[in-house]
């Protein structure tokens, strides 16, 4: 299976950016498709899909939220870091199955 | 708009099994898969599988192959997954998702927490 790895904290001021990474153990861009895909969860809620494909936002996702990277490496920004914002974040790969989760990176306030 | 209504939590001895709800509107329930998604207390999420509804065909994480079993009754758009010989490690929150074949899940359910304790 794919191992996606997230840093577990990240502690941010408001009205900052915050930058959160993903690592894959091996390569989720198929052509010029790169199959990351990243959810952001507040506590006792469900993931909400924020990115797809690396750096597509989903539908109703505000534009301060933004995502980048290809191969192994990608990034989700939040530019500027609002309070409703406080919440965990994973990637997710759909490159192979079983499509694998990171482990998840809490945003926390500075 | 997209709703995905999942059955209320359930308490569970061990060694016993759980089935559980999916209650899909908002969309062409035929359209799309409908993937399992399990998050063990304050940890990540683990796939668990998928059924396409309007075949019922299924696929499933190697890990998962055994314990759980996916259905789907069309004339109600609702998808079921049942969890069999549970044990302390099936506790968790269970998520049901939508998505085409690409695996993006768009639209989640609330979960459904299964706590198995005798």
């Known amino acids: 299976d794919i191992v996606l790895t997230q840093s577990p904290a990240l502690a941010v001021s408001l009205g900052q950016r915050a930058t959160i990474s993903c690592r894959a153990s091996?390569?989720?861009?198929?052509?010029?498709?790169?199959?990351m895909h990243w959810y952001q969860q507040k506590p006792g809620q469900q993931p909400k899909l924020l990115i797809y494909?690396?750096?597509n936002l989903a539908s109703g996702i505000p534009a301060r939220f933004s995502g980048s990277g290809s191969g192994t490496d990608f990034t989700l920004t939040i530019n500027p870091v609002q309070a409703d914002d406080i919440a965990t974040y994973y990637c997710q790969q759909s490159r192979e199955s079983p499509p694998t989760f990171g482990g998840g990176t809490k945003l926390e306030l500075k | 708009q997209v709703k995905l209504l999942q059955s209320g939590a359930a308490l569970v001895k061990p060694g016993a099994s759980v089935k559980m709800s999916c209650k899909a509107s908002g969309y062409t329930f035929t359209d799309y898969w409908v993937s399992w998604v399990k998050q063990s207390h304050g940890k990540s999420l683990e796939w668990i599988g998928e059924?396409?509804?309007?075949?019922?065909?299924?696929n499933f994480n190697e890990k998962f192959k055994g314990k759980a079993t996916l259905t789907v009754d069309k004339s109600t758009s609702t998808a079921y997954m049942e969890l069999s010989r549970l044990t302390s490690e099936d506790s968790a929150i269970y998520y049901c998702t939508r998505h085409h074949k690409g695996h993006v899940m768009d639209a989640w359910g609330q979960g459904a927490s299964v706590t198995v304790s005798s």
């Open positions: 091996q390569s989720v861009s198929i052509s010029r498709y790169n199959l």
């Open positions: 059924i396409y509804p309007n075949s019922g065909a299924t």
């Open positions: 494909r690396a750096s």
